[in-house]
């Protein structure tokens, strides 16, 4: 692992944690005061979660495929490795609701897919 891939994986969080909080908040009349732990506590969850699995398909990406500028064959792989992580995190998160029933569900799988994507596939320069 690089200082690049760690700056990818914080920013794919961060960028993350505010579609979905403010995907979130859209359905709720009234925001409470503890938004800013619940963002942080979010950006922990989301930042591991990328930690831990996107980390080794990226790598392992890289190091098969190199040619990452916006490539479809990155956008799949990670596809489907938010639609596994998808199926096995959201019954936990969810209260066990059925993770097809809701098209929520399908935006958050595609928008953890496109954000790795979306950062990987930017020129990020990490100086130091």
């Given at each position: 692992?690089?200082?690049?891939?760690?700056?990818i994986?914080t920013?794919?969080?961060?960028?993350?944690?505010?579609?979905?909080?403010?995907?979130?908040?859209?359905f709720k009349?009234?925001?409470?005061k503890?938004?800013?732990f619940?963002i942080?506590?979010?950006?922990?969850?989301?930042?591991?979660?990328?930690?831990?699995f996107?980390?080794?398909?990226?790598?392992?990406?890289?190091?098969?495929?190199?040619?990452r500028?916006?490539?479809l064959?990155?956008f799949?792989a990670?596809?489907?490795g938010?639609?596994?992580?998808?199926?096995?995190v959201?019954?936990?998160l969810?209260e066990?609701?059925?993770?097809?029933?809701t098209?929520?569900?399908?935006?958050?799988?595609?928008?953890?897919?496109?954000?790795?994507?979306?950062?990987?596939?930017?020129k990020?320069?990490v100086?130091a």
């Open positions: 692992m690089n200082k690049r891939n760690l700056v994986i920013l794919a969080a961060v960028s993350m944690t505010f579609f979905y909080m403010i995907v979130e908040l859209s009349a009234d925001v409470s503890g938004l800013v619940a942080f506590l979010v950006f922990a969850v989301f930042f591991a979660l990328y930690f831990i996107a980390l080794p398909i990226l790598i392992y990406l890289q190091r098969k495929i190199g040619d500028d916006y490539s064959k990155y799949v990670f596809l489907g938010s639609f596994l992580i998808h199926l096995l959201n019954p936990v969810n066990y609701q059925a993770p097809f029933v098209p929520l569900w399908y935006i958050y799988v595609v928008s953890t897919a496109l954000f790795i994507w979306l950062w990987d596939s930017a990020v320069k100086f």
